[in-house]
Nanobody, 118 residues
Framework: QVQLVESGGGLVQPGGSLRLSCVASGTGFSDYVMGWYRQAPGKQRELVANITSGGITNYLDSVKSRFTIFRDNAKNVVYLQMNRVKPEDTAAYCC????????????WGQGAQVTVSS
């Protein structure tokens, strides 16, 4: 069974930093793109960032200069480093994995709440 286990959410002050992690298991992920979506109350879900196994990244414009996504392919772990966070970053963050060769997915993590507040 494919599982994505997510951790690292919590409360952080504006301007602070937080790191989310997502550990994948149950299949090979060499052809999967992985990343995070987020959704704030009353707002639409949006793609925050994703990354291929080859290291090609994509970011939401509003986080591009502040967040960094990276992965350890040997351990099937993806990280989202969030720096200089803002109150508008407050949302539920869900990691996902999807095969670029139509082998499976999207698969979803359980979600992590990030709250940016003083």
């Amino acid at each position: 069974q494919v599982q994505l286990v997510e951790s690292g959410g919590g409360l952080v002050q504006p301007g602070g930093s937080l790191r989310l992690s997502c550990v994948a298991s149950g299949t090979g992920f060499s052809d999967y793109v992985m990343g995070w979506y987020r959704q704030a109350p009353g707002k639409q879900r949006e793609l925050v960032a994703n990354i291929t196994s080859g290291g090609i990244t994509n970011y939401l414009d509003s986080v591009k200069s502040r967040f960094t996504i990276f992965r350890d392919n040997a351990k099937n772990v993806v990280y989202l480093q969030m720096n200089r966070v803002k109150p508008e970053d407050t949302a539920a963050y869900c990691c996902y994995a999807r095969s670029l060769l139509n082998r499976g997915g999207p698969y979803w993590g359980q979600g992590a709440q990030v709250t940016v507040s003083s």
